[in-house]
């Protein structure tokens, strides 16, 4: 398979060969990929209408992977897992959020195995809405239709329908389904 590339790109490099990205979908520059290491046969998936603009980072170790779903915004997130983010269909994620499966940071190229082993997969549910430098820490899981405050700190599930804010993360309020 030939190197792909971004029409509009200021970025030189190619898009990883082990990610997919939906039609209608937009993703600002392969840029976002600088710190990509996964090696999974299918990465990152990106679904359709989607769109990933600037600031956006997928931050993915070796064993990697990150599916976002249809008719989604992230407009400067942290993507940042050695296992796996799910998201969901119409979320929107704010300006500066991370979603990560490790409160510490790590240097790409570095191992992991410094971190205890654990399941730390991220969900994301459906029509999710997470406010600017909000942190999500895996294992979360985020239900249908919970809005996240800004500067929320999330290391707890949060039901769907639920509004939470602070740090850590309290319920606030709720939504309507």
Do not use: K
């Amino acid at each position: 398979m030939s190197p792909r590339f971004l029409p509009h790109d200021w970025f030189s490099e190619p898009l990883p060969a082990n990610v997919e990205i939906g039609p209608r979908s937009w993703l600002y520059s392969t840029y976002a990929f600088r710190h990509y290491c996964s090696r999974r046969p299918l990465g990152v998936r990106i679904g359709h209408d989607t769109g990933v603009y600037s600031g956006t980072f997928f931050d993915l170790g070796p064993e990697g992977e990150l599916e976002i779903g249809d008719y989604c915004t992230l407009v400067g997130g942290i993507l940042s897992t050695a296992g796996r983010i799910a998201i969901g269909h119409h979320v929107l994620i704010s300006h500066e959020v991370v979603i990560a499966d490790c409160f510490a940071a790590v240097p790409p190229d570095a191992s992991r195995a410094r971190i205890p082993p654990a399941d730390r997969t991220v969900i994301v549910g459906d029509n999710v809405w997470i406010g600017a430098r909000a942190v999500v820490l895996g294992p979360a899981q985020i239900g249908e239709g919970a809005i996240i405050g800004a500067a929320a700190v999330v290391v707890d599930d949060v039901s769907p329908f639920t509004v939470v804010a602070g740090n850590p993360a309290r319920i606030v309020g709720s939504v309507g389904p």
